[in-house]
């Protein structure tokens, strides 16, 4: 996880975007494409991170035509970000007061992820008998 922003749920997507894009470049001025889900869709968003950061905002749209569930290119890679940080107890529930305690453990609970994968100390799982 290389930036976490946590804030209030009536903070429009885009605006939020704009805070996280940020605080990426401040971090890493080496990212060139972006890929973000349809909730970030808009031609200002896009041009205003092509303009500030010579960055290209990509979105993954779904087929048209098809019904059902279908794996999206690079959305499953979010979701299973997500499915592993919820492993946290501290993330299980919404524990924290302020925006930036919730941050501090998403980036706790990246960096225990990080330390497994790097030791390859994977934490197996049991599947429930059937």
């Known amino acids: 996880m290389l930036v976490v922003c946590v804030h209030a ?3 429009f997507n885009g605006t939020a975007a704009r805070k996280v ?3 990426l470049f401040l971090l890493l001025q080496s ?4 890929w973000a889900d349809c909730a970030y869709a808009g ?3 896009i041009e205003w ?4 950061f010579a960055c290209t905002l ?6 048209t035509g098809r019904k059902g569930f279908h794996v999206l290119p ?4 979010v979701e299973r970000t ?33 330390l497994r994968q790097i030791c390859n100390n994977q934490v197996r799982y049991k599947l429930a008998a059937g």
């Open 9 to 11: 749920a009536n903070i």
């Open 21 to 23: 894009i940020a605080r």
């Open 31 to 34: 990212v060139k494409i972006i």
């Open 43 to 45: 031609a200002e968003l």
């Open 49 to 52: 991170v092509f303009k500030q």
């Open 58 to 63: 990509t979105l993954v749209r779904k087929h």
């Open 74 to 77: 690079r959305r499953w890679v």
């Open 82 to 114: 997500f499915a592993w940080l919820g492993r946290s107890r501290r993330l299980s529930k919404d524990y924290e007061r302020k925006p930036t305690s919730s941050e501090s453990q998403v980036y706790l609970a990246s960096s225990r992820l990080l």
